[in-house]
């Protein structure tokens, strides 16, 4: 019969700036979505409103792996359910309802967010 004795020490300090290195990943992977949707200009736009000063990236919740993005004007909703609805195309091009679809599971850019938080996290941990 063999015997084999191991020894494992855990480097705390590390582990720590890893889990740090998620959270501020994760954040910076919000921020790079938000502003890729912008980019892409899908958002309804009139004033700008709800593009430039009503969408932001919620952190709050952040260091327990959740990040919102919130759009918070009242007629949000009733815009993003309704792609039915003619948008005015002038500002944005590409405006219409339902404008994280291509970012979701199916869309033709749902892989985005999965890559962009590899990269951030690689870029923040050195890795």
């Not at 084999?4 to 300090?13: A, C, G, I, Q, R």
């Not at 990236?57 to 792609?83: A, C, N, Q, W």
């Amino acid at each position: 019969m063999i015997k084999v004795n191991s020894t494992v020490k855990l480097n705390f300090p590390k582990i720590n700036q890893l889990t740090q290195a998620q959270v501020a990943a994760l954040e910076q992977t919000a921020e790079d979505l938000h502003e890729e949707v912008k980019q892409a200009q899908v958002f309804p736009r009139d004033t700008g409103v709800l593009q430039n000063e009503s969408t932001f990236v919620d952190t709050s919740e952040s260091s327990h792996g959740k990040v919102s993005i919130i759009s918070s004007t009242p007629y949000v909703r009733r815009l993003y359910f309704h792609p039915e609805f003619h948008f005015k195309k002038d500002e944005n091009p590409n405006a219409k309802g339902k404008w994280y679809e291509d970012w979701l599971p199916g869309g033709k850019n749902a892989d985005v967010a999965v890559e962009a938080f590899k990269e951030n996290y690689r870029r923040l941990t050195g890795l």
